[in-house]
């Protein structure tokens, strides 16, 4: 452990309105647990702030005791990237609020708030931010490294409806960054993740969205091959307001799936119009017609549904291991290494999606933010989760040797955010041309790497 006789914790606990948690406080292994149940992290200190001062003196108590940094926002991370071992732990969990401003089409969202926090506060409003599927996921993780989901397609990836944020730097003073203060760092905190400080407030853009037409087809799985040819020529020049991310998937055996159904391997698309139930029928018929789906949920839907539609299927406290890529091409020989992995998906929490980042995601400029692979039309992420910890070496087997397969079929790099800790290369790859530049933004705002508990950028050395 880190200097551990030397921490003041007392002054620490005094100085901070929210709470602090160590080894043998009753609340302690249950304050260290995060969503994904793999990982088992032992800190020296968590601290639960409840404000920007408390989130200030945070950093300032590790910075003088030289205590490793972790951020915790939603805690969804499945590489852990919110908790470490032996250091301090920054839980920014009480920090969840929202504030809408109708007028202005905008939203404020504390740096520990929820996508479900959010979605809760703009849909009075008919408003939404586009983020991800999981409704439960945090807003600073997936905001930071991105964020892609239904709305994507039609309004952008969550750093393209990002205006401003509030950090709380490695020195522990606070700024804001937008397009006019600090452009730099908000450049970098567009896709470069948790590497800069933490972010105590987002202000994001919403739009008009209310009920959309969305949610799952489903078909046997020996019909993959030709949905998903069909599938990469409809995503390619479907219009913005359709999305549809493909999945193999074996079904739940839950009361909203015919029994003969149950736990059968499948392929799916999981659909979003938001121009309306006319539209949206219009778009669907010519595969409603063409491939008629065993299974065809899809119907209007008030878009907090859809956002929490598969929550119930993922709580908290499951073993996690994902591999992912990003996909321009989906090709006749990786359709069948897909048919063959697909055929051996461990289990109904198992899956593999491909995420559609085209439309207008595509539309903003490769170095307009660090997020590098504007040219990608899907990101793809092989999931292995199971609720049992035995069962743990079948799922990482299974993830890695459907991603040793495909690997060769991808773009090079993947999304940070579906990225387990995978080494600096893989980093690399993921920012490609972005990648120094954000060294180098690094190196002004954190140059001793304070914050190194993520997808990592270190400093260039030569500012
Ligand atoms: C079930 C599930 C579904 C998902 N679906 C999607 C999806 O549809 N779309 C998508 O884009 N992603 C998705 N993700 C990935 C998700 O974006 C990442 O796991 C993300 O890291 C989660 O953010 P968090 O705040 O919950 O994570 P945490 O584990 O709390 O934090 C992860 C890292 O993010 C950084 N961080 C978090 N909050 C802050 C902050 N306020 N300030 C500074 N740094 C911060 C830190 O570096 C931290 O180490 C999903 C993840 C899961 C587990």
């Given at each position: 452990?880190?200097m551990?006789?030397?921490i003041?914790t007392?002054s620490f606990?005094?100085?901070?309105?929210g709470?602090?948690?160590?080894?043998?406080?009753a609340?302690?292994?249950?304050a260290?647990?995060?969503y994904?149940?793999?990982?088992d992290r032992?800190p020296r200190l968590?601290?639960?702030c409840a404000?920007?001062a408390?989130?200030?003196?945070?950093?300032?108590?590790?910075q003088?005791?030289?205590?490793?940094?972790s951020i915790r926002?939603?805690g969804h991370n499945?590489a852990?990237?919110?908790?470490?071992?032996?250091?301090l732990?920054?839980?920014?969990s009480?920090?969840r609020y929202?504030?809408?401003d109708?007028k202005?089409?905008?939203v404020?969202a504390?740096?520990g708030?929820?996508?479900?926090d959010v979605d809760?506060a703009?849909h009075?409003?008919g408003l939404?931010?586009p983020?991800?599927?999981i409704?439960s996921t945090g807003?600073?993780g997936?905001t930071l490294?991105?964020?892609?989901?239904?709305l994507?397609r039609?309004?952008g990836?969550t750093?393209?409806n990002?205006?401003?944020?509030?950090?709380?730097l490695a020195?522990?003073?606070?700024?804001?960054a937008?397009e006019?203060?600090?452009e730099?760092?908000?450049?970098?905190?567009r896709?470069?993740g948790?590497?800069f400080g933490v972010?105590?407030s987002?202000?994001?853009?919403?739009?008009?969205v209310?009920?959309?037409?969305?949610?799952?087809?489903?078909w046997p799985?020996?019909?993959a091959?030709k949905?998903?040819?069909?599938?990469q020529?409809?995503?390619r020049?479907?219009p913005d307001?359709?999305?549809a991310?493909?999945?193999?998937?074996?079904v739940?055996p839950?009361?909203?799936?015919?029994?003969h159904l149950?736990?059968?391997?499948?392929?799916a698309?999981?659909w979003?119009h938001?121009?309306g139930?006319?539209k949206?029928e219009a778009?669907?018929?010519p595969?409603r017609?063409?491939?008629?789906?065993?299974?065809?949920l899809?119907g209007?839907?008030?878009?907090?549904?859809?956002?929490?539609?598969?929550?119930p299927?993922?709580p908290?406290?499951l073993?996690?291991y994902w591999k992912?890529?990003f996909?321009?091409?989906?090709?006749?020989?990786?359709i069948n290494?897909h048919?063959?992995h697909?055929q051996?998906?461990p289990?109904?929490?198992?899956?593999?999606?491909l995420y559609?980042?085209?439309?207008a995601?595509?539309?903003v400029g490769?170095s307009?933010?660090?997020?590098?692979?504007?040219?990608?039309?899907?990101a793809?992420?092989?999931?292995?989760v199971d609720?049992?910890?035995?069962?743990?070496?079948?799922?990482?087997k299974w993830?890695?040797s459907?991603?040793d397969?495909?690997?060769?079929h991808?773009?090079?790099?993947a999304?940070?955010n579906?990225m387990m800790d995978?080494?600096?290369?893989?980093?690399?790859?993921?920012?490609r041309?972005?990648?120094s530049r954000?060294?180098?933004?690094k190196?002004?705002?954190?140059p001793?790497?304070?914050?190194?508990?993520n997808q990592?950028?270190?400093p260039?050395?030569?500012?």
């Amino acid at each position: 452990m880190e200097m551990l006789e030397t921490i003041d914790t007392q002054s620490f606990r005094a100085a901070l309105r929210g709470q602090v948690i160590e080894p043998g406080d009753a609340d302690y292994d249950n304050a260290r647990k995060v969503y994904n149940a793999m990982i088992d992290r032992k800190p020296r200190l968590i601290a639960r702030c409840a404000d920007v001062a408390d989130v200030m003196n945070a950093v300032c108590l590790a910075q003088k005791n030289g205590l490793t940094v972790s951020i915790r926002g939603g805690g969804h991370n499945a590489a852990g990237l919110g908790v470490c071992d032996d250091g301090l732990v920054i839980d920014l969990s009480p920090m969840r609020y929202t504030h809408v401003d109708p007028k202005a089409g905008t939203v404020r969202a504390g740096g520990g708030s929820t996508w479900a926090d959010v979605d809760h506060a703009t849909h009075p409003f008919g408003l939404a931010v586009p983020s991800g599927i999981i409704s439960s996921t945090g807003v600073g993780g997936l905001t930071l490294g991105g964020g892609m989901g239904h709305l994507t397609r039609r309004y952008g990836l969550t750093i393209d409806n990002l205006i401003a944020a509030d950090l709380v730097l490695a020195d522990g003073s606070f700024v804001t960054a937008n397009e006019w203060q600090n452009e730099d760092l908000f450049w970098a905190i567009r896709g470069g993740g948790g590497n800069f400080g933490v972010v105590t407030s987002f202000l994001f853009r919403a739009h008009p969205v209310h009920t959309n037409y969305g949610g799952p087809m489903l078909w046997p799985l020996e019909d993959a091959p030709k949905i998903l040819r069909w599938y990469q020529d409809f995503i390619r020049e479907a219009p913005d307001e359709v999305s549809a991310f493909f999945a193999f998937l074996r079904v739940p055996p839950g009361p909203h799936f015919p029994e003969h159904l149950h736990l059968q391997k499948m392929c799916a698309m999981v659909w979003c119009h938001t121009g309306g139930p006319e539209k949206a029928e219009a778009a669907l018929r010519p595969i409603r017609e063409m491939f008629p789906p065993a299974l065809d949920l899809c119907g209007p839907i008030p878009h907090p549904a859809l956002q929490s539609m598969f929550d119930p299927i993922y709580p908290p406290g499951l073993q996690w291991y994902w591999k992912a890529d990003f996909i321009n091409e989906i090709s006749d020989r990786a359709i069948n290494l897909h048919m063959q992995h697909a055929q051996e998906l461990p289990n109904m929490f198992s899956t593999m999606h491909l995420y559609p980042v085209n439309g207008a995601a595509a539309r903003v400029g490769k170095s307009d933010t660090a997020w590098s692979y504007r040219d990608a039309t899907w990101a793809q992420v092989i999931v292995g989760v199971d609720p049992d910890p035995a069962n743990r070496d079948i799922i990482v087997k299974w993830a890695k040797s459907y991603w040793d397969d495909l690997h060769p079929h991808s773009a090079g790099g993947a999304y940070v955010n579906f990225m387990m800790d995978e080494g600096e290369d893989r980093v690399k790859a993921s920012y490609r041309d972005n990648y120094s530049r954000l060294a180098t933004v690094k190196s002004r705002y954190d140059p001793a790497n304070f914050f190194r508990v993520n997808q990592n950028v270190p400093p260039s050395r030569d500012r």
